[in-house]
């Protein structure tokens, strides 16, 4: 599938496994394309490979920046009508063990940032347009030893949800992506502690293609065959 020509895009978490692809399949697809990232060296270079694409760096610990992205991104690209966002650190402890500031960590990581993005965007987007935020498939199956990172994206996924149920009128779709495990380290660099034993990843350009993208399209009512 294409995207309309004209349809413009932002990818928050770009510098990432999930939104460095997510952002490579909406550019094949014809969307005009600006990324968001924390390193500066991965967005420089993420940016290039895309053709010299608008880019803007943020830190989820300053929410405000968070929810000036998707103006930024409008006023960059003439508008804005699709917004990915792939953010997110992972922790494993036993919940005894988990020092306040990893917990704050997880939560404003995981969930405060991808809130506040998500706010910004809904100031700016108009009928048609849709945001895709990856929470994971840890919300419908909680682990031993994840409570603090399962409650931080649960939380996001509560707060989806609902906002969902608020912009279907205003025609703005809102898609809580529930991503399985996938085979790109993310579970193999937490903040804190170790992973769990996991069953075999996913192909993550697989698993972009099935669950970020395909319902994205669906949301926009793209057509035409890729
Ligand atoms: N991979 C999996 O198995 C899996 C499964 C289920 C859900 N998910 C979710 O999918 C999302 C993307 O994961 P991924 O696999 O692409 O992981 P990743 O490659 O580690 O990407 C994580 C992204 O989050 C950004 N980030 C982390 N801390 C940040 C901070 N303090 N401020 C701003 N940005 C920050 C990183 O920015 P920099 O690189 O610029 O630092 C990067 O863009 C996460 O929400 C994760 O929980 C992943």
New binding site residues.
């Given amino acids: 599938m294409v995207v309309d020509s004209g349809k413009r895009a932002l990818v928050v978490?770009?510098?990432?496994?999930?939104?460095g692809l997510a952002a490579e399949a909406l550019r094949a697809r014809g969307a005009a394309t600006a990324l968001a990232?924390?390193?500066r060296e991965?967005?420089v270079q993420r940016a290039e490979l895309m053709g010299g694409c608008p880019y803007r760096r943020?830190?989820?610990?300053d929410l405000a920046s968070c929810a000036g992205l998707a103006p930024w991104a409008r006023d960059v690209l003439g508008g804005l009508d699709v917004v990915v966002v792939?953010?997110?650190?992972?922790g494993f402890s036993v919940a005894r063990d988990v020092p306040e500031e990893v917990s704050e960590h997880l939560l404003t990581?995981?969930a405060q940032?991808p809130m506040a993005v998500v706010r910004g965007a809904l100031r700016v987007l108009s009928t048609g347009s849709a945001v895709s935020v990856?929470?994971?498939?840890?919300v419908d199956r909680p682990m031993l030893e994840t409570a603090d990172y399962a409650a931080s994206?649960t939380a996001l996924a509560t707060w989806l949800a609902v906002v969902g149920r608020e912009t279907r009128r205003a025609g703005i779709s809102v898609l809580d992506v529930r991503?399985?495990?996938?085979a790109?380290g993310?579970?193999e660099?937490p903040v804190m502690g170790h992973a769990p034993v996991l069953p075999a990843?996913l192909d993550p350009a697989e698993a972009v293609e099935t669950h970020v993208i395909a319902p994205l399209m669906a949301s926009l009512g793209a057509a035409a065959p890729r």
């Fill in positions: 978490g770009a510098t990432g496994s999930v939104g990232g924390r390193n991965r967005l943020f830190e989820a610990y792939a953010v997110g650190a992972a990581v995981n940032a990856v929470t994971g498939a840890i994206k991503m399985p495990h996938l790109n993310f579970a660099r990843g």
